[in-house]
């Protein structure tokens, strides 16, 4: 399995920012998606996650209301949909697979995600 985030970039504060996540290696429709970021010297944190159907999303309250999670299981694709962006949003942005059968519908735990992509670099400028 092997996953890859993009579409990060530098945005202004108040910008939008679409990220993706494509997948491989086994049909997507077998996990859970989870997207999480990190600034240097802090630990990864969650941001939202995606049920393996599609059916149902959590957010952090961070970024609720703002950011929509979405996927598309027949082309192997994730989305982090991020509006009125803020510099607290600036970060490294990874996206992850958990396998369904072993974690909750919908987890924004950190450890239950087995299999990670290199992040996207966010910088939301003031």
């Known amino acids: 399995v092997q996953l890859q985030a993009s579409g990060g970039g530098l945005v202004q504060v108040g910008g939008s920012l679409t990220l993706s996540c494509t997948f491989s290696g086994s049909p997507l429709d077998y996990y859970a998606i989870g997207w999480f970021r990190q600034v240097p010297g802090k630990e990864r944190e969650p941001v939202s996650c995606i049920s393996y159907s599609g059916t149902n999303t959590a957010y952090a309250d961070s970024v609720l209301g703002r950011f929509t999670m979405s996927r598309d299981n027949a082309v192997n694709m994730v989305y982090l949909q991020m509006d009125n962006l803020n510099p607290d949003d600036t970060a490294v942005y990874y996206c992850?697979?958990?396998?369904?059968?072993?974690?909750?519908?919908?987890?924004?735990?950190?450890?239950?995600?087995?299999?990670w992509g290199q992040g996207t670099l966010v910088t939301v400028s003031s």
């Open positions: 992850a697979a958990g396998w369904r059968g072993l974690i909750p519908d919908v987890s924004l735990t950190v450890n239950d995600y087995r299999f």
